[in-house]
């Protein structure tokens, strides 16, 4: 047997799931205060299919390329000066410090300060989960949103990966929730202790009216869109709260909902109407201008995941090798929460 090689799912060029095609390399060899994670789950996201289809978005590296912002996996070997985490301990982290990612592969090296230690008994698939959307998720309601016990909140996008984080973390706050999406994702949405409302077929601005009577006190809104946006303003109660935080809309409306939802948001900041719409980093760049909070706030989202407070929904575990029918399957909608890549290693763990 020859010395181990390293899979990756490589971008070749850009435009549809059929171009992620799978490259053997060398093992990369982990950097001074780099470890080197075998993989055994990485995330998928709506964010990686942006920089699949289109060139020329800002950050974009040069081909070939490889995507994946969050990964859970096995300390393989710790570069020189790195000692946090003994080889076979789990870890969990995000890819940022590569770029645009990194994490659909079996090996990758990462800043030991991007990787948070997984207790014992989770299973990787449902940990790599928190690191983007549960992440997200906390920064979004709790950082930027302010939502405190007893608020109401409406969560758009609920049946999504984002959204069913939302709904698990606003529940564990204690908040009354209402969550929009399509008929058949209705019976989750409940599950997960929020009021479904059907995005496709109902004007949420009055079902809204009709069940609070004043509006809710924080929108949570993954979509985004011009109309959309004031829209989600007026089911804000006065003192509310507008938390914007994606562009779920680019599949439909293409990526001018990206500079049209920020012009929005901004007109928004200006209207004299006892409402805000606070500036919203990426949870990444939030991440990186904060890591004690990152640190601290997915190690205690762990122990809430090892704890059974919290528990993912995983859309499918997906092969790497197949990451071409992940991306299909997030292209093609009505899944419901998080599409997961998994390696040769998670199987035989
Ligand atoms: N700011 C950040 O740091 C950050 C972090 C993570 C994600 N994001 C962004 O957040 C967005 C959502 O990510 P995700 O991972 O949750 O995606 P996702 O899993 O694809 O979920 C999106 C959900 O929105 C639903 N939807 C589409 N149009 C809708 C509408 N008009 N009203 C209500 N629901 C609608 C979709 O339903 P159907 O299946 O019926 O289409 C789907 O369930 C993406 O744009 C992503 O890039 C931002």
């Not at 008994?121 to 690191?131: H, I, W």
């Not at 004031?230 to 990526?255: E, H, Y």
Request: aromatic letters at 6%; one cysteine or more.
């Amino acid at each position: 047997m020859g010395p181990i090689k390293n899979h990756r799912v490589v971008v070749t060029e850009h435009g549809g799931p059929e171009v992620l095609q799978l490259a053997e390399e060398e093992l990369p060899e982990p950097r001074a205060g780099e470890v080197r994670v075998q993989v055994l789950a990485a995330g998928v996201s709506a964010f990686d299919l942006i920089y699949r289809r289109w060139a020329h978005l800002p950050g974009s590296p040069k081909l070939p390329f490889t995507l994946g912002e969050d990964v859970v996996g096995i300390v393989d070997e710790n570069g020189p000066g790195a000692t946090t985490f003994e080889d076979g301990q789990m870890v969990a982290g995000g890819t940022w410090a590569l770029g645009v990612g990194g994490g659909y592969a079996e090996y990758l090296c990462l800043p030991e300060a991007e990787l948070v230690a997984v207790p014992g008994g989770v299973d990787p698939a449902e940990a790599v989960c928190l690191v983007v959307n549960y992440l997200t998720a906390h920064q979004h309601l709790h950082d930027i949103g302010s939502a405190r016990s007893g608020e109401r909140i409406l969560v758009h996008g609920a049946a999504g990966g984002v959204g069913t984080a939302v709904l698990q973390l606003g529940k564990l706050a204690g908040l009354e929730m209402f969550g929009t999406a399509a008929r058949d994702q209705h019976d989750l949405v409940s599950s997960l202790g929020a009021t479904p409302i059907d995005y496709q077929t109902e004007d949420f601005v009055a079902r809204i009216q009709a069940l609070t009577g004043d509006g809710v006190d924080v929108v949570i809104d993954p979509i985004g869109g011009a109309k959309h946006l004031w829209r989600c303003n007026r089911a804000l109660r006065r003192g509310g709260r507008l938390v914007w935080l994606g562009s779920a809309a680019v599949d439909k409306q293409g990526l001018r909902v990206a500079p049209l939802s920020m012009a929005m948001t901004f007109l928004l900041r200006l209207l004299p109407d006892g409402k805000r719409a606070p500036r919203c980093p990426t949870m990444a760049k939030y991440a990186q201008a904060h890591p004690n909070w990152y640190r601290t706030t997915l190690t205690e989202l762990l122990d809430a995941l090892a704890t059974h407070q919290l528990e993912p929904v995983i859309a499918q575990r997906i092969p790497l090798v197949e990451a071409a029918k992940a991306h299909e399957l997030l292209e093609r909608g009505g899944h419901t929460g998080k599409v997961v890549l998994t390696t040769n290693a998670y199987q035989n763990a």
